[in-house]
């Protein structure tokens, strides 16, 4: 506790000696302060603050004075939001332990796609203000890491923190979109504190004993799909409408809004249950459910144009190709002119 929390303390009061633990990377990291590389590995040592050394701090291991690196944190290029830049034993526990979470890839990945976050937020701060104000007032942190079999996520547990499961093929509107995922999930975790003022039933329940049609584990965690999809919709229609992308890109945002429009059409249908909401909790629904069927009526025949039953819960940009080749496209357009 006192590793994760010494980056934050007031300097006047801030302890000047902390026990500290040394992970099997040879990282001690300290939130705000950085990553202290060494050479030693799963170990526990004391880290402490003396003003004549450079950087002020000194790490010792069974009185031993420890050489040491210090990498300072790494923030997005005029934003507050971090880039963690190692995998962190705090956090194994959220990635499935059963794929080895020790082994969750980060660095390398961070180094080859992190880029494409700037432009990202650049786009979601000019053409989705609001949201980005919303953003700035709820993440600190952003995670990518790399295993296919482990799915972009928030948790509770890490509030403040959005990973991203990031695999090669994965460009800017992948990172677009999986912002406005994973971060409104944070968002949601702070407006749904207290469910009990949004439902009048057990949310933890499995979705299947409300639902026929949903499975998913949870009615709570099935709910929180609805208010990501009104991010990512809101944004994909402005971005559409302004005409931001040209080429494959364009191609792969008409694809995804048109696979999302339909999946936040359906769960919207699901959750069509007076009966399981208090009053705040069904005015926050038709909230949604309005938005959506606005958007759809707007954009019903480019949502309707492409048939993505196919596509499996994270977006496929090479399958929706195959299906919907762009050259084909490019030349249906040449044909209207």
């Not at 202290?36 to 004075?65: C, G, M, W």
């Not at 700037?118 to 000019?126: D, R, V």
């Not at 639902?211 to 809101?234: E, Q, R």
């Amino acid at each position: 506790l006192e590793q994760l929390l010494w980056g934050y303390s007031d300097p006047e009061h801030q302890l000047t000696e902390i026990n500290a633990y040394v992970d099997q990377q040879g990282i001690l990291f300290v939130p705000k302060v950085g990553y202290f590389k060494t050479s030693l590995q799963n170990v526990f040592v004391k880290l402490k603050k003396e003003a004549d050394s450079s950087p002020p701090y000194r790490i010792y291991h069974e009185d031993q004075a420890l050489d040491f690196q210090l990498e300072k944190p790494t923030f997005i290029e005029g934003t507050s939001f971090e880039i963690l830049q190692y995998n962190n034993p705090i956090l194994y526990h959220l990635f499935d332990p059963e794929r080895r979470a020790d082994k969750v890839a980060i660095e390398d990945v961070t180094r080859q796609k992190g880029h494409h976050l700037k432009p990202a937020l650049s786009l979601i701060q000019k053409y989705l203000p609001t949201y980005y104000q919303w953003l700035e007032k709820s993440i600190r942190r952003f995670v990518l890491f790399d295993n296919p079999e482990v799915w972009s996520f928030a948790a509770l547990e890490a509030y403040g923190t959005a990973f991203f499961s990031v695999q090669e093929e994965n460009e800017l509107l992948f990172f677009i979109e999986d912002i406005l995922h994973q971060c409104a999930h944070n968002i949601f975790f702070m407006v749904t504190l207290n469910r009990a003022e949004i439902f009048v039933i057990d949310s933890q329940q499995n979705m299947s004993t409300v639902s026929s049609d949903s499975n998913h584990p949870s009615i709570y965690g099935a709910f929180h799909g609805l208010f990501t999809m009104v991010n990512i919709n809101s944004c994909f229609e402005v971005l559409i409408d302004e005409q931001i992308f040209s080429g494959k890109e364009e191609h792969e945002l008409r694809g995804r809004f048109s696979s999302n429009m339909k999946r936040w059409k359906k769960g919207l249908s699901d959750f069509n249950l007076p009966e399981i909401y208090t009053e705040k909790g069904w005015n926050l629904y038709s909230m949604l459910n309005k938005v959506c069927e606005e958007i759809y009526q707007r954009k019903q025949e480019l949502i309707e144009q492409y048939d993505t039953s196919d596509q499996p819960y994270i977006f496929n940009y090479t399958a929706f190709e195959a299906r919907y080749p762009l050259a084909k496209e490019n030349q249906l357009e040449k044909d209207k002119i």
